[in-house]
């Protein structure tokens, strides 16, 4: 049977390739870390993939009847046996796959369901049919309400000169810096790093905008340049522009700050840099508290000024703003750049890896969990393309199109959404500076004397000179393709495609600007397969003299090589297998290059917006080398190609881009630290308002979180210690009066606890020792252990008598107040010993007081208890947990018509920031990872856990935790610590 013979074949070819690489392995062992091209995995994978499992049986039946005594054919029986069932499990993956799928979509169905059910409640009869309209809205409604957002949000103008915004930009990984950026150094360092300077720039030139900060990783590493050591580096500065008529300060223009996270000497690739992401956000947290009273101080009139938005760029970043927008509680924006749920469905295709190699090498399950955290706290995702809305984000739990559509027609009609939410997505294609961009003459002449911007031909620029030293023939028109040498940007097949057709050769000649390299043995095994590949491909199909392929080109050098491209009447190609957006080809229209480019992603939409070239599949080499014979042979569609890249290339200016973002953005609920209260207040405000941030100015007692290991040295000495205190005391007293006798002491000591104050007596503190209990026995009630922890703690801070005085306590629990007050009385330990007391999970933060006449041991945070209802709705979530925990029940095997609930409501620890429910079962109690989609599904944006030995499910807001809670404080210096 032809079948089989040709399957033996590649079975005979795996035993002499798999011998041979077993003989090279045992004098190379890290074959594979090198990049060097394998075999055996290859031939399997063909086989696996391309043969069907009926002739792999046959063939292995033939081999058992036919087989004799020889080893190699006993090999040959068992591993075609292996490989049959390998052929066997990957169909019951791909099942799986799909099962996995529908049980996907009717998920969402279901969640959908369930939300209108839930929201309906307020609706009139009429509002229901608008409602159930916008799940099935038609393509012209669509467009409809698409054009009438855009009436809605104001354009940002220049009457907004006098609004001094302080905007923070977040790019965690790569290597980020101003100039003679390093893009294609690595996987890292591409187009992101690129986007996010030039973003900074034109933002700080922007009516209106103040400041701009990009926060990314500081690293001092020999192997990289000093620069991305330095803290700051300033990218321009705002009294630059003479046309910006406020008034600048010290302060004002873009700068890059390098927060240090994880060792200082390392440079990290992003997959590496999740353990770090906590201690980056206590570094920008520093620094942003310390601009606003900087900014407060130039622009803000005493008060400070808090950033207007932060901006994480990719699941990093975006999880880094998340925290740092809920501890601030300012809005937050995302773009994803690359998503993870996307990369994952496109290497599982492959099938060359499985999910839990695929998440060993990228872990990638941390980073779709930081994508779906990002889109819990955003308020608004910026997109390239309506592509990436619809079939990237539409994979995830926290966003579905419909449902989006619902909310926001509630939310337009003013219905409660019962803390319901879905992120705004707004598509706003990248910026590009110009500045660069010479429009060219259309009469383009390599051999006179002059070139159309008067530079002689003899004096060109050293990057030209090395890709045209490559050439037989430089004056030919010359195909451009620049892009890292990453196997999903296809770049052997394009080669394969010039290689293989002849014409094509003869016409042009083809530049590969594959980022930097010193030596293909040290970069990346990708890398280095894909670079090793096209020097293999160029050897041969012969194509010395017709393709370059230079080393190293720098940053400033990219303007030049499109310049040289469109001297030589040549075309701009991304043969991308999938492109996000494009940047490259608005590059490339910009110098007056056609475009050939990929169908799939974003190149879709700036080939409608620019209408210079043509789009290709980038599986089909004959359709590449076609698209590019076209465009180079007809001159007259050359040059339409390049007079409508011109004509419609200021779509994409920074200016317009900055606009638009600036106008989505003031669209976004504006929210502020609530503890800023106290700089705007007047006499006349009434007691009950927060205090804000009456410790703002004692530094020495701000917390600490990150594990940098440095120190909070005291800033100042006692005595300007204790004129801050009085500072603040008289700022009690204006606002409370029945603290006026009080707050007229001469001097502020810790023995005035006693005196009569409506509110916790102030301590100076340089360290906080938190205390974090998790001790339950099986009922989930505490142990001895706990209260033997909290003396042996206290014992052991109370006997250095050097850090006794200048030391706090903080209790986190997950028990509520009540449970925690009553333990601690058991145990002989008093309430006004803690600074500071998180309970329920962080849903609650309660400080101690000490007056006479006083009944209660400590009273509630207001400020945190407003800072965390941003999302929150106790009901909603009640309701729906407690409808998903009795569909669980009737799915149980194990379960009669009369058994028990899995939970039911906790009673004594619900309270406003915390649903409670005790659980009965725990082998049939829902995975939380299972309920958090779910909810997701439904809008619903919370923190769940099972907790106190899980025995209870607890559900705080989405701005609330333990570690939160901790880190809020930090903001205005532990405010009100006793």
């Known amino acids: ?68 005594s020889r080893e190699r054919s006993t090999r040959l029986e068992n591993m075609c046996w292996r490989i049959w069932h390998l052929t066997r499990k990957k169909k019951q993956l791909e099942l799986e796959d799909v099962q996995r799928m529908v049980n996907r979509r009717w998920e969402r169905e279901q969640g959908r369901r369930d939300a209108t059910e839930d929201m309906s409640e307020d609706l009139s009869e009429g509002e229901k049919g608008d409602m159930l309209g916008e799940l099935v809205q038609t393509p012209r409604k669509s467009f409809q309400r698409n054009f009438s957002d ?78 991305y050591g330095e803290p700051t580096e300033m990218l321009t500065s705002g009294s630059d522009e003479a046309d910006r008529e406020e008034v600048v300060g010290e302060s004002a223009g873009a700068y890059i700050i390098r927060i240090p996270c994880g060792p200082r000497d390392k440079y990290f690739r992003k997959e590496m840099l999740w353990p770090y992401i906590q201690e980056f956000v206590d570094g920008a947290l520093a620094h942003i508290l310390n601009m606003s009273r900087v900014l407060g101080e130039q622009i803000g009139e005493g008060c400070p000024v808090w950033p207007y938005v932060i901006h994480g760029h990719y699941a990093d970043a975006g999880d880094a703003a998340a925290l740092l ?101 707004a598509v706003i294609p990248p910026g590009m500076d110009f500045s660069s961009v010479v429009v060219q003459d259309e009469t383009m002449d390599m051999d006179g004397e002059t070139t159309t911007d008067g530079i002689s031909p003899k004096a060109v620029s050293p990057i030209c000179s090395d890709v045209m030293r490559f050439f037989t023939n430089p004056h030919k028109p010359m195909i451009l393709a620049l892009s890292r040498p990453d196997p999903k940007k296809n770049i052997t097949t394009l080669l394969k495609a010039f290689g293989e057709c002849r ?74 297998l999938v492109e996000p957006f494009g940047l490259t080809l608005i590059e490339a229209a910009a110098h007056g290059l056609p475009t050939v480019a990929t169908k799939n992603g974003g190149p879709v939409d700036i080939h409608r917006a620019l209408n210079n070239g043509l789009l290709v599949d980038p599986h089909d080499q004959n359709a590449i080398a076609d698209a590019l014979l076209n465009l180079l ?104 009066p029945e603290a006026r006798d009080a707050a007229n002491s001469s001097k502020v000591t810790e023995s005035s606890s006693s005196s009569s104050n409506k509110y916790p007596i102030l301590r100076k503190r340089r360290r906080l020792f938190v205390i974090a209990l998790d001790c339950y026995n099986d009922q989930g009630d505490p142990e001895v252990t706990w209260l033997q922890v909290i003396q042996e703690t206290f014992k052991a801070v109370r006997s250095d008598s050097q850090i006794s005085n200048v030391s706090g306590f903080a209790l986190s629990t997950a028990m509520p107040v009540s449970e925690t007050l009553e333990l601690l009385k058991s145990g002989n330990i008093q309430a006004k010993d803690f600074d500071v007391m998180i309970c329920s999970s962080g849903g609650e933060m309660y400080y101690p007081v000490s007056y ?78 299972n309920l958090r989609q779910k909810l997701r599904m439904r809008g619903l944006r919370c923190h769940l856990m099972y907790c106190r030995n899980s025995t209870r499910l607890q559900v705080i807001p989405l701005l609330a935790s333990r570690s939160q809670a901790l880190r809020i404080p930090q903001e205005d210096n532990l405010k009100r610590r006793r």
């Open 1 to 68: 049977m032809a079948g089989n013979e040709w399957i033996n074949g590649y079975l005979e070819a795996i035993l002499d390739s798999g011998t041979a690489i077993a003989d090279e392995q045992k004098q190379q062992l890290d074959l594979g870390e090198r990049g060097h091209f394998n075999p055996t995995k290859y031939f399997v994978e063909e086989v696996v993939m391309t043969v069907d499992e009926s002739d792999l049986y046959r063939t292995w039946i033939k081999v058992v009847a036919t087989r004799n």
């Open 325 to 425: 927008s809920g501890a601030l509680n300012v809005p937050m924006v995302l773009t994803g750049h690359s998503l993870g749920r996307n990369k994952l469905e496109q290497l599982l295709k492959q099938g060359r890896q499985s999910k839990e190699d695929i998440d060993a090498t990228y872990k990638i399950m941390r980073r779709i969990e930081a994508e779906e955290l990002s889109l819990d706290a955003a308020e608004l995702i910026i997109t390239s393309t309506q592509q990436e809305i619809v079939e990237q984000w539409g994979l995830y739990d926290g966003f579905d199109v419909k449902l989006e559509r619902v909310l926001r027609a509630r939310y337009r009609r003013g219905v409660n959404c019962h803390g319901r939410y879905m992120p705004r997505m």
């Open 150 to 227: 855009l009436q809605a949000d104001q354009a940002w103008s220049d009457d907004n000169k006098g609004k001094k915004l302080y905007i923070v930009l977040i790019s965690l990984h790569g290597l980020v810096r101003g100039e003679n950026m390093e893009l294609g150094r690595d996987s890292d360092t591409g187009g992101q790093v690129k986007y996010v300077v030039e973003l900074s720039r034109a933002l700080a030139m922007m009516p209106g905008v103040y400041r701009v900060d990009l926060f990314t990783r500081q690293i001092s590493s020999s192997d990289i340049d000093w620069s």
């Open 503 to 576: 014409p094509l050769r003869e016409l042009a000649n083809l530049t590969l600007i594959m980022g930097n390299r010193d030596n293909i043995d040290e970069m990346s095994s990708g890398n280095a397969n894909v670079l090793t590949m096209v020097l293999k491909l160029i050897d041969k199909y012969d194509l010395y003299g017709f393709v370059a392929y230079p080393k190293h080109h720098k940053q400033s050098d990219v303007p030049d090589i499109y310049r040289l491209a469109a001297k030589t009447k040549g075309v701009f190609i991304n043969p991308a």
């Open 852 to 929: 006479q006449g006083s009944e209660e041991d400590v009273c509630l945070d207001s400020d945190y208890a407003k800072h965390i209802e941003y999302r929150w709705g106790h009901d909603g979530v009640r309701r729906t947990i407690t409808k998903l925990m009795k569909s669980q029940e009737g799915q149980g095997e194990h379960h009669s018509e009369n058994s028990s609930r899995v939970v039911e409501e906790d009673m004594t620890s619900n309270n406003e920031h915390c649903v409670s429910f005790l659980v009965k079962d725990r082998t049939e109690a829902m995975p939380v990872d």
């Open 633 to 736: 042979g007809d001159k007259n569609l050359w040059s339409d190609c390049r007079k409508n890249g011109w004509r419609n290339i200021h779509l994409f200016s920074w200016p317009e881009h900055c606009r638009t973002y600036l106008t989505k953005v003031a669209a976004c609920r504006m929210r502020h630290p609530q503890w800023q209260m106290d700089n705007v207040m007047d006499d006349d405000m009434v007691a009950e308002e927060s205090l804000g941030d009456s410790l703002k100015d004692v530094q020495e007692s701000s917390l600490r979180l990150s594990i940098d290991g440095e120190k909070n040295p005291l800033a100042k000495g006692d005595t300007q210690v204790h004129d801050q205190v009085e500072h603040i005391m008289h700022k009690i007293k204006r606002q409370v």
